[in-house]
């Protein structure tokens, strides 16, 4: 079984670029920037993400294009192709990237608009209690315990 899920924030914005034929379709590319759990390397390398190429086509390229941004924290799921090719040097280079299935925010409207960009971190903030915000569910207000909630 060849299955990836990923939760990660984009680097930059999708590049798209539509296929040429009878039925052009998009396909978006883009980098998740995905944490490791508390990983150091042997030689000391402390880098804390690995950046994952992500390949989403025709209406999910089309959405990656209109809706995410550089900084957005985003879950996807798919399967890893690997291929390769020979540059213009003569050299064998090898590719590993997420051919798409699914592809989500993985953070609210309101927090993903606070990301100033990839790197820094969105003060945190909450928003002013509401009855209730646009999906139905209402907002817990600022005091409240969390013994009194039905799902500890």
Partial sequence: MNRVILMGRLTRDPEVRYSQGERSMAIARYTLAVDRRGRRGQDGNDQTADFINCVAFDRAGEFAEKYFRQGMRVLV????QTGSY???????????????????????????????GYGQSAP???PAPTSAIGDGFMNIPDGVEDEGLPFN
């Fill in 86 to 116: 020979v540059n213009k040097d003569g050299q064998r280079v090898y590719t590993t990237e997420v051919i798409l299935d699914d592809q989500e925010f993985a953070d609210s409207k309101g927090a993903a608009s606070d990301m100033s």
């Fill in 124 to 126: 945190s903030q909450r």
């Fill in 77 to 80: 799921s798919g399967r890893l």
